[in-house]
């Protein structure tokens, strides 16, 4: 197959640059809104700094900023949190995830089991598929890349003859480790999405470098599950 030019993809949210941001929804969740000087000083920075990380946040649909008119001269902003932003730091799942699963890993008639999983992963592609888009394969998983990166998973698409969904961290690794069965849900989420055939040709968990999802492939590959 020969490769065309790999785009470079967008780096994840630094932890640190993170952390900074959380300063900013912490202080605005102790008032309904605030203004850059009220922020800049109970975050100790500079106001430039302070709307540095503000562009950020309201680019992540996490703060929302309004007109406050003044009685004299030009009117100001004040900046609040949005409802998504109200929601930050409360849907660590992890535990209530595991619990979960390790139910799934539970039932023993392979049939049920399977139709279980199938509607997992159609639950998943279903949180998804607004933001999807894209005339072929290739362009729809260029689209589910973004919304990958936007969840810190390390991602890129290769195309080849067939393109390929290339990730080299998992969405959910602690769940992959305890039953591949993920890895399928995972799988049939990506081919709702899609809109075609997708082939799991390559695995974490198999010892390679990343996992990779072929799209346009006829036939589908899923990692065998632990007992």
Same mark, same amino acid.
């Given at each position: 197959?020969? !490769?065309?030019?790999?785009?470079? @993809?967008?780096?994840?949210?630094?932890?640190?640059?993170? !952390?900074?941001?959380?300063?900013?929804?912490?202080?605005?969740?102790?008032?309904?809104?605030?203004? #850059?000087?009220?922020?800049?000083?109970?975050?100790? $920075?500079? &106001?430039? /700094?302070?709307?540095?990380?503000?562009?950020?946040?309201?680019?992540?649909? #996490?703060?929302?900023?309004?007109? $406050?008119?003044?009685? =004299?001269?030009?009117?100001?902003?004040?900046?609040?949190?949005? &409802?998504?932003?109200?929601?930050?730091?409360?849907?660590?799942?992890?535990?209530? /995830?595991?619990?979960?699963?390790?139910? $799934?890993?539970?039932?023993? *008639?392979?049939?049920?089991?399977?139709?279980? #999983?199938?509607?997992?992963?159609?639950?998943?592609?279903?949180?998804?598929?607004? =933001?999807?888009?894209? @005339?072929?394969?290739?362009?729809?998983?260029?689209?589910?890349?973004?919304?990958?990166?936007?969840?810190?998973?390390?991602?890129?698409?290769?195309?080849?003859?067939?393109? $390929?969904?290339?990730?080299? !961290?998992?969405?959910?690794?602690?769940? /992959? @480790?305890?039953?591949?069965?993920?890895? +399928?849900?995972?799988?049939?989420?990506?081919? @709702?999405?899609?809109?075609?055939?997708?082939?799991?040709?390559?695995?974490?968990? *198999?010892?390679?470098?990343?996992?990779?999802?072929?799209?346009? +492939?006829?036939?589908?590959?899923?990692?065998?599950?632990?007992?």
């Amino acid at each position: 197959m020969t !490769s065309a030019p790999i785009q470079p @993809e967008p780096r994840p949210t630094p932890p640190e640059q993170r !952390s900074t941001d959380s300063a900013v929804i912490e202080l605005l969740r102790l008032q309904d809104s605030l203004e #850059i000087g009220d922020l800049a000083t109970g975050l100790g $920075v500079t &106001a430039t /700094a302070v709307r540095q990380r503000l562009d950020r946040l309201m680019q992540a649909g #996490i703060v929302d900023r309004i007109t $406050v008119a003044k009685p =004299r001269g030009r009117p100001s902003h004040a900046y609040s949190l949005t &409802a998504a932003g109200r929601r930050v730091g409360g849907d660590n799942f992890k535990d209530l /995830a595991l619990a979960l699963w390790d139910e $799934v890993r539970r039932i023993r *008639d392979p049939e049920v089991r399977s139709g279980f #999983i199938g509607r997992i992963g159609s639950a998943m592609a279903a949180r998804y598929r607004d =933001r999807v888009s894209g @005339e072929g394969p290739g362009e729809r998983l260029e689209s589910i890349a973004v919304l990958f990166r936007e969840r810190d998973v390390s991602c890129s698409v290769e195309h080849h003859s067939l393109p $390929v969904l290339v990730t080299r !961290s998992c969405p959910y690794p602690d769940l /992959a @480790e305890a039953d591949r069965g993920i890895c +399928a849900a995972e799988l049939l989420m990506l081919q @709702e999405l899609v809109g075609s055939p997708v082939q799991l040709a390559d695995c974490r968990l *198999d010892g390679t470098s990343a996992c990779r999802f072929v799209a346009g +492939a006829e036939s589908s590959h899923t990692c065998t599950s632990k007992s």
